[in-house]
């Protein structure tokens, strides 16, 4: 059975694969925390994007303290890899969540959730006391600064629900969280920051109000890649949340510049010839996330890659040798988080070598 | 742990989940069995949509005789569930994909696939040479019936790589394979058959010029939801490879329409309430797929839906009743195989209780 080992050559990976530069990697990691542990902000990176225990240890090695994930599912596997200090950056609804949780906070106490609605403090709170767990879950109020996803209004609605809350023994609420999700793309970095700081003053704003009325908001969590410079620098502001920054897209690269490198591709293959100046490689839609455009073919200057179907796609190129069957190709995601969620494993190289092999261990856990 | 067993109610699953409604999915088995076996025609159902061997095994025991995979990882699962008889329809290209089929071959002498190059021929017919396989491996040539994706030329291209194919010991032909691809999701059913038969002249035509030519052409293989039932009809095609219709998907049914039913939903959770005529689910990038548009809403006249990010999205509905936190939502996939490709598992119910539960064994294999 094929099976890759660390010391085997890239050349001999079968395609399509997700490799990772190592040196690459882990300067982007180095960039990061330069910048922002002077200000004397917590990194607490989003493991959404490397769904990786191993890459956690890594980040937090280097200087970050805990981890955001999605959902439940994602940190039943991140707590498996023995990071404990998680919080759970979207709401947990229903039955069959709440219940979840609490199976996962009475083994893990550090877990922490976000909250936007009453009925959803209300639901985990009473599964907490039916399971007779005596200490509180930590939560966040989640706040909407302007994404308009999820979140409560900033004010008064935002002071109403920190009430709910603290009436509930169940919870202790810690803190205040606000993703301005819809700013991380925009091109424009003056722009960007402006926006940004506006939102900064939304979120800094609840968090002083509930403050004012006694509530004790230690945590006050928001940015990623795009904004997280901004973000740590900002009065008030005591964590933020980036994750792609260790991998890198052509969406966050054409947004934010070429500070972090695109650490990350999927190597594939040339499997067919059409024509002059195409080329047909193994990798399509199940290889390579579309949500964000598509991907990019790394060095080959004037290429560009459209996928045909699942298992397809072509790559054209009007001048520049031609490509030919069982050649190489690299291909730079458009978006990273989706296309890691594609994958089993990442093969991390350097020279030219595997050195290590990280499966993508909450692959798929959406729940 | 959570883990959901037969017996349970779907009320019980935890969101988001892929879910089967077993009435309709085995009511368009029988519809494609009814359709189709009468005309002679060899059923080889495509196994990139469904991706699991216990499928394979109800369509087989429909009418269906073998099955297709799109890749040999794939082929690689389903042997193991004890399907022999498969067709891999993309090119094994490349040293380590050649030394796994190879490996695959060994054990599994059944296993056929599809050649469009002659580099391609040599290098299969090398290995298994050079492994020492005495028997020679089935392959088909790949002919290029108007998609321009992959597939050699029609006529004398095709018949000097049919020759090329004769002369390695190691290859036998067996037939050729022609997928009109571009023409599945053509709306206008007369413009969707005039044109399938087009491809069908072709791909017969260059099927009897290779005959002409001494060439034991036993197979003609092609179709797919879309235009099985045109194919199947059209003198001279022995087998038709239709996958989707066991699903299908809004972009299927916008094309083909509603002979085949959408048996299969991702069920959702609402778990913030932004605003009036607003809802966000705990499903968007990574549980619904959108490189064919954006999936769609069961039962919510009305409605529509957008993804936001990579585990939400937002439905928007104008009239009807308030969608409420906690409530739950069933979304139509605009686009079957990958969205199967992000889940883990089918939860196949029946009457509102889960009667068989799935894996999705060959999820992610891509190479």
Redesign the interface.
Known sequence: ??KPQPGDRLD??????MIVDLDLMEANIAKLMNQLLPTGVNIRPHL?TTKSPILARKLIEAGARGCCV??L?EA?VIVEGGIEDLLIT??I??A??V??LV?LFRHHPQVKTVI??P??ATAIDAALAQAGIENPIQVLVDL?VG?????VTPGEPALALARHISSLSHLKLIGVQGYE?HLQHLHDRREREEKCRAAMTVLTGTAGLLRQHGFNIETVTTGGTGTAEFCATFPGITEVQPGSFIFMDTDYRNAVGRFFSNSLTILA???????PGRA?I??G???L???SGFAEPKDLPGAGYV??????G?ISREDGPELA??D?VEMIPS?I??TI????FYYAYRKGVIEEIWPVAA??K??
């Open positions: 059975m094929y001999s990976l079968d395609t399509p694969s959404k999605a959902k599912s039943e979207c709401e609804i229903g069959p969540k219940a979840r199976e936007d609605s009925q959803g909407n994404q308009n996803r999820t979140g999700g293959t040339v499997i067919s010839k059409p024509g047909v193994d990798a839609l199940k290889s996330s579309t949500d996928p045909n179907g699942d298992e397809h072509t069957i069982g190489r978006h988080d989706p969620n594609l994958h089993d692959r798929g959406v729940q």
